[in-house]
């Protein structure tokens, strides 16, 4: 039962273009998410999150929207650097009552940012 | 530089053996919590702890699997007579609370593999 769906295995994108990293989820008490960034041998790191009771939160270059009708959640990233090439995981806590604060991840994007 | 520490990095073990994975979450941290990436996967909740109190171990395997954080000290997750399929990365990440909109900061990860 995969509660929090990464669609696209993998994105290729031009430097200075923008990157689009869709999320899907089907729980609707979800009521955060988040977006980590993980290069290969290294943890996840944390990049933006954004609560229910929004439907944008932006932080320089990486921008977050969340559509709750949709039950569907995107980064932005905008201009891509080669540098923002890793996998991406969207996750999301929440869950109604007695919710812990466990993440749920998707099973993650890799962003390749050509030169 | 306070961020979380998980130690061994790398470990190696045979079938049978135990493996021992620590983490020391972030300065003024409390809540720790295990995840499991297994090869081309998301990473998978396995459980949260506070100082000496496990709060959720809804994704732990249900043998062989333990984890434990004492009054002073590291977190630990052991996993006894371990097997092939027990190869993974293991990463524990850490908050200061708990409301369920709190973000988790994450360690590099211990790889575990079990020949």
């Known amino acids: 039962d995969q509660q929090v769906k990464q669609n696209s295995p993998s994105l290729s994108v031009q430097e200075g273009r923008i990157s689009i990293l869709n999320c899907d989820y089907t729980?609707?008490?979800?009521?955060?998410f988040l977006w980590y960034k993980k290069y290969p041998a290294e943890g996840p790191t944390f990049l933006i999150s954004?609560?229910?009771?929004?439907d944008k939160n932006e932080d320089g270059r990486f921008t977050v929207f969340l559509n709750k009708s949709a039950k569907h959640l995107s980064l932005h990233i905008v201009p891509s650097q080669p540098g923002d090439s890793a996998v991406y995981f969207c996750?999301?806590?929440?869950?109604?009552?007695?919710?812990?604060?466990?993440?749920?991840f998707g099973q993650g994007t890799t962003l390749q940012v050509k030169p | 530089n306070a961020g979380v520490m998980q130690n061994p990095r790398h470990l190696v073990r045979r079938r049978g053996q135990e493996a021992r994975l620590r983490c020391s979450p972030m300065?003024?941290?409390?809540?720790v919590y295990w995840y499991r990436q297994l090869p081309e996967e998301g990473l998978k909740f396995m459980v949260y702890?506070?100082?000496?109190?496990?709060?959720?171990e809804s994704g732990m395997p249900k043998e062989r699997f333990s984890a434990e954080f004492p009054k002073e000290g590291p977190s630990i997750l052991r996993i006894q007579q371990v097997v092939r399929g027990d190869s993974a990365a293991y990463f524990c990440?850490?908050?200061?609370?708990?409301?369920?909109?709190?973000?988790?900061?994450f360690g590099p990860g211990t790889r575990l593999l079990v020949l």
């Open positions: 990440a850490s908050s200061k609370t708990t409301s369920g909109r709190e973000t988790q900061y």
């Open positions: 729980n609707s008490m979800f009521d955060y």
């Open positions: 954004i609560s229910s009771i929004k």
């Open positions: 996750a999301a806590s929440g869950g109604g009552s007695g919710n812990t604060g466990k993440l749920i």
């Open positions: 300065k003024g941290h409390s809540h």
């Open positions: 702890l506070q100082k000496e109190n496990i709060i959720d």
